[in-house]
């Protein structure tokens, strides 16, 4: 069984600040610094990180060296990644003094995804791979429509929110990850328990994965009803921290974990990445976890 992510890769202008800027206000910044990172690719080391094989797919322009780089030294088979004209993508973020961040995010060569490309990368992968995607990226409703015609296992990311979501077969999806923000989104609802029987009911095969912040993560799945406290760190920088989870969680079910180890290491997994700073560079390896 392979694990494929076709996703984001963005170079992360990372600035820190006291407090975020509001409308209409230019403020000082305390420091800048520059890292690899994007849903997908951030995903994806964590998936390596926690001991799985993955494999990833997606664009990055000719300034993309450095996220080529970053997910070969975190042994991510990289080849697959098409290299095009458009710059790689970007996001830049304010990481404020309580490690809360907020990111603008410039589509650049993640949005060059194209159908051909796609029938090109997906073409090894059959009945029971697992493909990993999130929201940063075109063409995300044919990689579902091409991933469910072969029966891969589809897990999805929506993040970011934006009107591509109504494009997608949710129907197609067997898992979800999302946060309080995603999950109101999704299920028109706004407290916790209201989101996850609204998703069970319009969706009752999905597997929903709803992470909290710092209060811990819901696990929902037909009659199984599961919460994961989170542990109790001090935040410097929540950048990845659900990139972490996703990751961790999916690397360790397919290893068979069980659904409460794997929930529980995937917390702990993403309390060590907000205690640090920065995107990928932050996740923990496995021996660090356990
Ligand atoms: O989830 C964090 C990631 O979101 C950052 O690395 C940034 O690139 C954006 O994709």
Request: charged share 25%; proline share 2%; glycine share 8%.
């Amino acid at each position: 069984m392979k694990i494929l992510n076709f996703g984001s890769l963005n170079i992360d202008k990372v600035y820190a600040v006291e407090e975020i800027v509001k409308g209409g206000e230019t403020i000082d910044s305390v420091s800048f610094s520059e890292s690899v990172g994007g849903k997908g690719l951030n995903q994806s080391i964590a998936v390596a990180k926690a001991g799985g094989n993955i494999m990833y797919a997606g664009c990055v322009g000719k300034d993309g060296e450095i996220l080529l780089q970053a997910l070969k030294d975190n042994n991510v088979d990289t080849s697959l990644i098409k290299t095009v004209e458009t710059a790689s993508g970007q996001a830049i973020i304010q990481v404020d003094k309580h490690g809360q961040n907020c990111i603008i995010l410039f589509h650049g060569a993640n949005y060059e995804v194209d159908k051909a490309y796609i029938d090109e990368a997906m073409q090894d992968f059959a009945q029971g791979d697992i493909l990993i995607l999130q929201n940063e990226i075109s063409n995300i409703d044919y990689i579902i429509e091409v991933a469910k015609a072969k029966q891969m296992k589809i897990y999805l990311n929506p993040s970011p929110i934006n009107e591509n979501l109504n494009k997608y077969n949710m129907q197609a999806i067997d898992g979800i990850f999302v946060n309080e923000h995603e999950g109101a989104y999704l299920a028109d609802k706004e407290k916790v328990e209201d989101i996850l029987d609204s998703l069970a009911s319009k969706y009752p095969e999905l597997e929903i994965i709803l992470t909290f912040g710092d209060k811990g993560a819901y696990y929902r799945h037909k009659d199984i009803n599961i919460f994961q406290p989170a542990y109790k760190v001090d935040a410097v920088d929540t950048t990845a921290a659900g990139d972490t989870f996703t990751g961790y969680f999916i690397a360790l079910r397919q290893q068979g974990k069980s659904i409460e180890e794997s929930l529980q290491k995937a917390s702990k997994a993403s309390s060590i990445t907000v205690s640090r700073k920065g995107a990928s560079i932050s996740i923990p390896k496995i021996a660090e976890v356990d």
